[in-house]
Nanobody, 117 residues
């Protein structure tokens, strides 16, 4: 069982930056691939970024490539999402997820990110 708690969301102006954190409980964190997803009002949840259990491999949605960076610290059981050059269309609730081989079975409660124009 893994519990995930996101933090770091907030209100920021367009062009600004935020860093989201996702703290995980459980001894098997380092075995899991981790992902970030987001859901804007009236839209479906969409993939943002993912990272392999070792941190070697990362993947990004085209919409955030070059602006967002996912990373993890297995010693701290934490995954991060550094978000730079934020745009109003990045406004959403951001969720982290954990699972083996990118099959996400654990989800956090989400953190709100609002980007003003």
């Amino acid at each position: 069982q893994v519990q995930l708690v996101e933090s770091g969301g907030g209100l920021v102006q367009a062009g600004g930056s935020l860093r989201l954190s996702c703290a995980a409980s459980g001894r098997t964190f380092s075995s899991y691939a981790m992902g970030w997803y987001r859901q804007a009002p009236g839209k479906e949840r969409e993939f943002v970024a993912s990272i392999s259990w070792s941190g070697t491999n990362t993947y990004y949605a085209d919409s955030v490539k070059g602006r967002f960076t996912i990373s993890r610290d297995n010693a701290k059981n934490t995954v991060y999402l550094q978000m730079d050059s934020l745009k109003p269309e990045d406004t959403a609730v951001y969720y982290c997820a954990a699972g083996l081989d990118y099959l996400y079975e654990y989800w956090g409660q989400g953190t709100q990110v609002t980007v003003s124009s």
